[in-house]
């Protein structure tokens, strides 16, 4: 993997809580960290950060969800959609470090009966 650069955010960045954390453009893998909610008045500006970067061609897409203290079902919707939008890239998108509430979510999300498409990674209990 190329060597990881720290990519300037914005301050809208910031106060959503979305970062970029590394880009390596020969791998087309991204790393993104978010923070705070992931619900119905912070997954539209969610989505069209990752959306993005799936525009710009990374189509291997890391998010770091160790401070998300809240995810909807918007936002398993958002990830979810995201991975249909990379499967025919031979993309990935790959979900770790999920505590609490989000991992909790996460275990019942990620039940064979429901579908879901991300590759999660979560935190140890």
């Not at 969610?46 to 969800?65: K, P, S, T």
């Not at 979900?95 to 609490?100: E, R, V």
């Amino acid at each position: 993997m190329a060597s990881p650069t720290k990519t300037p955010t914005s301050d809208a960045h910031e106060r959503l809580g979305f970062i970029v954390s590394d880009r390596d453009e020969v791998g087309h893998r991204a790393s993104v960290h978010i923070r705070g909610e992931l619900c119905a008045i912070t997954v539209v500006d969610h989505g069209r950060h990752l959306a993005d970067l799936v525009d710009q061609g990374f189509v291997e897409l890391r998010v770091e969800l160790g401070d998300l203290t809240l995810c909807t079902s918007d936002g398993l919707d958002l990830w979810d959609d995201l991975q249909h939008r990379l499967t025919p890239l031979a993309g990935r998108l790959t979900l770790a470090g999920a505590t609490g509430v989000v991992r909790r979510v996460l275990d019942v999300a990620t039940r064979p009966e429901l579908h879901f498409c991300p590759t999660v990674e979560l935190a140890a209990a």
